[in-house]
């Protein structure tokens, strides 16, 4: 699976940004794909994924109401667009293919099974 990942910036709190990642080497309308951030010292945390075929998704609870995922499936693309950014949202943000449980099975989350180079977000105060 190989990743292109783009749209990483510095923004200042309130702002947006919007990442792209678009992937090759496997059958995108039957994949899960998703974000998770790495902030220095701490450990990874998920932000959002897709299940592209039928569009169930999972969130974070700190990008609910702020995130939102989508794809273009003719492009083999999934975007994260991120509003009202605050310091906390600083980290390094991985593109995902993998697993993405939106709770109609009992279970929320994701789960990586490759992921791309990472964007970084830098978000002033």
């Known amino acids: 699976v190989q990743f292109v990942e783009s749209g990483g910036d510095y923004v200042q709190t309130g702002g947006s940004l919007r990442l792209s990642c678009e992937v090759s080497?496997?059958?995108?309308?039957?994949?899960?794909i998703g974000w998770f951030r790495q902030a220095p010292g701490k450990q990874r945390r998920g932000v959002m994924c897709?299940?592209?075929?039928?569009?169930?998704?999972f969130a974070a609870d700190f990008a609910w109401g702020r995130f939102t995922i989508s794809t273009d499936n003719a492009k083999r693309t999934a975007y994260l667009q991120m509003n009202n950014l605050r310091p906390d949202d600083t980290a390094v943000y991985y593109c995902?293919?993998?697993?993405?449980?939106?709770?109609?099975?009992?279970?929320?989350?994701?789960?990586?099974?490759?992921w791309g180079q990472g964007s970084q977000v830098t978000v002033s105060s």
């Open positions: 995902m293919i993998g697993r993405c449980y939106d709770g109609s099975s009992y279970k929320t989350g994701m789960e990586y099974d490759y």
């Open positions: 897709i299940n592209v075929r039928d569009k169930t998704t």
């Open positions: 080497g496997l059958t995108f309308d039957d994949s899960a």
